[in-house]
Antibody, heavy 125, light 110 residues
Framework: EVQLVESGGGLVQPGGSLRLSCEASGFTFSTYWMHWVRKVPGQGLVWVSHIDSDGSRVSYADSVKGRFTISRDNAKNTLYLRMNSLRAEDTAVYYC??????????????????WGQGTLVTVSS | QSVLTQPPSVSAAPGQKVTISCSGSSSNIGNNYVSWYQHLPGTAPKLLFYDNTKRPSGIPDRFSGSKSGTSATLDITGLQTGDEADYYCGTWDSSLSAWVFGGGTKVSVL
Protein backbone atom coordinates (compact mmCIF):
# COMPACT_ATOMS: atom_id res chain seq x y z
CA GLU A 1 0.00 0.00 0.00
CA VAL A 2 1.30 3.42 -0.98
CA GLN A 3 1.73 5.74 1.98
CA LEU A 4 2.88 9.34 2.10
CA VAL A 5 3.30 10.90 5.53
CA GLU A 6 4.08 14.58 5.85
CA SER A 7 5.66 16.14 8.92
CA GLY A 8 7.41 19.31 9.98
CA GLY A 9 4.53 21.75 9.95
CA GLY A 10 3.85 24.16 12.77
CA LEU A 11 3.67 27.77 13.82
CA VAL A 12 6.42 30.07 12.56
CA GLN A 13 6.87 33.82 12.59
CA PRO A 14 6.91 35.86 9.39
CA GLY A 15 10.37 35.78 7.89
CA GLY A 16 11.09 32.45 9.52
CA SER A 17 11.97 29.08 8.04
CA LEU A 18 10.60 25.58 8.17
CA ARG A 19 11.46 22.24 6.56
CA LEU A 20 8.69 19.85 5.64
CA SER A 21 9.31 16.14 5.12
CA CYS A 22 7.28 13.51 3.32
CA GLU A 23 8.16 9.92 4.09
CA ALA A 24 7.13 7.51 1.36
CA SER A 25 6.52 3.77 1.49
CA GLY A 26 4.84 1.04 -0.52
CA PHE A 27 6.45 1.89 -3.86
CA THR A 28 9.84 2.41 -5.47
CA PHE A 29 10.32 6.04 -4.46
CA SER A 30 13.37 6.59 -6.65
CA THR A 31 11.40 6.10 -9.86
CA TYR A 32 8.64 8.68 -9.30
CA TRP A 33 8.41 12.43 -9.68
CA MET A 34 7.03 14.03 -6.52
CA HIS A 35 5.03 17.21 -5.92
CA TRP A 36 4.11 19.61 -3.13
CA VAL A 37 0.63 21.14 -3.24
CA ARG A 38 -0.90 23.47 -0.65
CA LYS A 39 -4.42 24.37 0.41
CA VAL A 40 -4.97 27.75 1.97
CA PRO A 41 -7.99 27.80 4.32
CA GLY A 42 -11.06 28.87 2.39
CA GLN A 43 -9.23 28.75 -0.93
CA GLY A 44 -8.36 26.09 -3.50
CA LEU A 45 -5.49 23.73 -4.13
CA VAL A 46 -2.33 25.43 -5.33
CA TRP A 47 0.63 23.60 -6.80
CA VAL A 48 3.91 24.55 -5.14
CA SER A 49 6.73 22.55 -6.67
CA HIS A 50 7.82 19.27 -8.21
CA ILE A 51 11.03 17.30 -8.52
CA ASP A 52 12.03 14.53 -10.89
CA SER A 53 12.94 11.03 -9.80
CA ASP A 54 16.66 11.63 -9.24
CA GLY A 55 16.39 15.22 -8.02
CA SER A 56 18.04 16.82 -11.02
CA ARG A 57 15.03 18.75 -12.32
CA VAL A 58 12.77 20.97 -10.23
CA SER A 59 10.06 23.54 -10.88
CA TYR A 60 8.33 26.05 -8.63
CA ALA A 61 5.24 28.20 -8.60
CA ASP A 62 6.10 31.87 -9.05
CA SER A 63 4.73 32.64 -5.59
CA VAL A 64 7.45 30.57 -3.88
CA LYS A 65 10.32 30.81 -6.35
CA GLY A 66 13.51 31.92 -4.63
CA ARG A 67 12.12 31.18 -1.16
CA PHE A 68 11.28 27.46 -1.24
CA THR A 69 13.56 24.57 -2.18
CA ILE A 70 12.37 21.09 -3.00
CA SER A 71 14.72 18.14 -2.60
CA ARG A 72 14.70 14.41 -2.04
CA ASP A 73 16.77 11.65 -0.49
CA ASN A 74 16.07 8.46 -2.40
CA ALA A 75 18.08 6.41 0.08
CA LYS A 76 15.69 7.53 2.82
CA ASN A 77 12.53 7.50 0.64
CA THR A 78 11.89 11.06 1.74
CA LEU A 79 10.83 14.25 -0.01
CA TYR A 80 11.58 17.66 1.49
CA LEU A 81 10.43 21.24 1.16
CA ARG A 82 12.65 23.88 2.68
CA MET A 83 10.66 27.08 3.17
CA ASN A 84 12.48 30.35 3.88
CA SER A 85 11.29 33.96 4.26
CA LEU A 86 7.83 32.73 5.16
CA ARG A 87 4.88 35.06 4.76
CA ALA A 88 1.37 35.06 6.20
CA GLU A 89 0.07 34.03 2.79
CA ASP A 90 2.09 30.81 3.00
CA THR A 91 -0.23 29.62 5.75
CA ALA A 92 -1.77 26.43 4.40
CA VAL A 93 -2.00 22.68 4.65
CA TYR A 94 0.89 21.29 2.61
CA TYR A 95 0.41 17.98 0.83
CA CYS A 96 2.99 15.84 -0.85
CA UNK A 97 1.76 13.91 -3.85
CA UNK A 98 3.18 11.18 -6.04
CA UNK A 99 2.96 11.23 -9.81
CA UNK A 100 0.68 8.65 -11.34
CA UNK A 101 3.37 7.18 -13.58
CA UNK A 102 6.93 6.18 -12.87
CA UNK A 103 9.91 6.93 -15.06
CA UNK A 104 10.32 6.51 -17.99
CA UNK A 105 6.58 6.80 -18.59
CA UNK A 106 6.04 10.07 -16.70
CA UNK A 107 4.81 13.13 -18.56
CA UNK A 108 4.02 16.50 -17.03
CA UNK A 109 0.22 16.30 -17.21
CA UNK A 110 -0.09 12.63 -16.24
CA UNK A 111 -1.74 13.40 -12.92
CA UNK A 112 -1.12 13.03 -9.20
CA UNK A 113 -2.36 9.65 -7.99
CA UNK A 114 -1.35 9.39 -4.34
CA TRP A 115 -1.51 12.13 -1.73
CA GLY A 116 -0.55 12.43 1.90
CA GLN A 117 -2.83 13.69 4.66
CA GLY A 118 -1.07 17.01 4.81
CA THR A 119 0.78 19.07 7.41
CA LEU A 120 -0.38 22.49 8.58
CA VAL A 121 1.95 25.45 8.34
CA THR A 122 0.86 28.61 10.11
CA VAL A 123 2.83 31.81 9.60
CA SER A 124 1.89 34.35 12.23
CA SER A 125 3.44 36.60 14.83
CA GLN B 1 -6.86 34.21 -9.56
CA SER B 2 -6.53 30.65 -10.90
CA VAL B 3 -5.24 29.94 -14.38
CA LEU B 4 -8.07 27.45 -14.85
CA THR B 5 -11.62 28.72 -14.31
CA GLN B 6 -14.27 26.68 -12.53
CA PRO B 7 -17.67 27.70 -11.15
CA PRO B 8 -17.48 28.23 -7.37
CA SER B 9 -20.41 25.94 -6.67
CA VAL B 10 -22.99 23.65 -8.19
CA SER B 11 -25.88 21.83 -6.56
CA ALA B 12 -28.61 19.34 -7.33
CA ALA B 13 -30.97 16.96 -5.61
CA PRO B 14 -30.01 13.35 -4.86
CA GLY B 15 -30.10 11.22 -8.00
CA GLN B 16 -29.73 14.20 -10.30
CA LYS B 17 -26.75 15.28 -12.40
CA VAL B 18 -24.22 18.07 -11.96
CA THR B 19 -21.72 19.33 -14.47
CA ILE B 20 -18.50 21.12 -13.54
CA SER B 21 -16.68 23.09 -16.21
CA CYS B 22 -12.99 23.92 -16.34
CA SER B 23 -11.82 26.56 -18.78
CA GLY B 24 -8.22 27.19 -19.73
CA SER B 25 -6.09 28.09 -22.71
CA SER B 26 -3.88 26.59 -25.37
CA SER B 27 -0.88 26.58 -23.04
CA ASN B 28 -2.59 24.31 -20.54
CA ILE B 29 -5.80 22.40 -21.32
CA GLY B 30 -5.49 22.92 -25.06
CA ASN B 31 -2.23 20.98 -25.31
CA ASN B 32 -2.06 18.85 -22.19
CA TYR B 33 -4.12 16.20 -20.45
CA VAL B 34 -6.57 17.20 -17.73
CA SER B 35 -7.03 15.44 -14.42
CA TRP B 36 -9.76 15.89 -11.81
CA TYR B 37 -9.53 15.65 -8.03
CA GLN B 38 -12.10 15.24 -5.28
CA HIS B 39 -11.27 16.82 -1.93
CA LEU B 40 -13.20 16.40 1.27
CA PRO B 41 -12.13 18.66 4.16
CA GLY B 42 -9.51 17.08 6.37
CA THR B 43 -8.69 14.31 3.94
CA ALA B 44 -6.20 13.70 1.17
CA PRO B 45 -7.32 14.77 -2.30
CA LYS B 46 -8.32 11.88 -4.54
CA LEU B 47 -7.61 11.49 -8.24
CA LEU B 48 -10.90 11.03 -10.10
CA PHE B 49 -9.75 11.25 -13.71
CA TYR B 50 -6.52 11.40 -15.64
CA ASP B 51 -5.81 11.86 -19.34
CA ASN B 52 -9.13 13.75 -19.66
CA THR B 53 -11.45 10.75 -19.53
CA LYS B 54 -9.79 7.85 -17.71
CA ARG B 55 -10.87 6.72 -14.26
CA PRO B 56 -8.44 5.11 -11.80
CA SER B 57 -9.65 1.83 -10.38
CA GLY B 58 -12.36 2.24 -7.75
CA ILE B 59 -13.93 5.39 -9.17
CA PRO B 60 -17.58 4.66 -10.02
CA ASP B 61 -18.85 5.21 -13.55
CA ARG B 62 -21.34 7.77 -12.24
CA PHE B 63 -18.38 10.09 -12.74
CA SER B 64 -17.34 10.97 -16.28
CA GLY B 65 -14.79 13.34 -17.73
CA SER B 66 -14.39 14.96 -21.11
CA LYS B 67 -12.34 17.59 -22.88
CA SER B 68 -12.91 19.76 -25.92
CA GLY B 69 -10.41 22.35 -27.08
CA THR B 70 -9.39 24.47 -24.11
CA SER B 71 -12.16 23.31 -21.79
CA ALA B 72 -12.84 20.20 -19.75
CA THR B 73 -15.94 18.93 -18.01
CA LEU B 74 -16.67 16.65 -15.07
CA ASP B 75 -20.14 15.12 -14.86
CA ILE B 76 -21.58 13.41 -11.83
CA THR B 77 -24.81 11.50 -12.36
CA GLY B 78 -26.95 9.78 -9.76
CA LEU B 79 -25.76 12.34 -7.21
CA GLN B 80 -25.28 11.01 -3.68
CA THR B 81 -24.76 12.79 -0.37
CA GLY B 82 -21.29 11.26 -0.25
CA ASP B 83 -20.39 13.22 -3.37
CA GLU B 84 -20.47 16.49 -1.43
CA ALA B 85 -16.92 17.75 -1.75
CA ASP B 86 -14.71 20.22 -3.56
CA TYR B 87 -13.67 19.25 -7.07
CA TYR B 88 -10.59 20.55 -8.88
CA CYS B 89 -9.34 20.30 -12.42
CA GLY B 90 -5.61 20.36 -13.00
CA THR B 91 -3.06 20.17 -15.78
CA TRP B 92 0.42 21.25 -16.79
CA ASP B 93 0.87 24.72 -18.21
CA SER B 94 3.60 24.64 -20.82
CA SER B 95 4.10 28.41 -20.84
CA LEU B 96 4.37 28.75 -17.07
CA SER B 97 6.30 25.46 -16.72
CA ALA B 98 4.06 24.83 -13.75
CA TRP B 99 1.21 22.59 -12.74
CA VAL B 100 -2.05 24.57 -12.45
CA PHE B 101 -5.33 23.85 -10.69
CA GLY B 102 -8.73 25.38 -11.10
CA GLY B 103 -10.15 27.37 -8.23
CA GLY B 104 -12.33 24.46 -7.18
CA THR B 105 -16.06 23.79 -7.30
CA LYS B 106 -18.09 22.92 -4.23
CA VAL B 107 -20.74 20.31 -4.97
CA SER B 108 -23.78 20.40 -2.70
CA VAL B 109 -26.55 17.83 -2.59
CA LEU B 110 -29.86 19.53 -1.87
Amino acid sequence: EVQLVESGGGLVQPGGSLRLSCEASGFTFSTYWMHWVRKVPGQGLVWVSHIDSDGSRVSYADSVKGRFTISRDNAKNTLYLRMNSLRAEDTAVYYCARARLSDPYYYDSSGLLHWGQGTLVTVSS
Amino acid sequence: QSVLTQPPSVSAAPGQKVTISCSGSSSNIGNNYVSWYQHLPGTAPKLLFYDNTKRPSGIPDRFSGSKSGTSATLDITGLQTGDEADYYCGTWDSSLSAWVFGGGTKVSVL
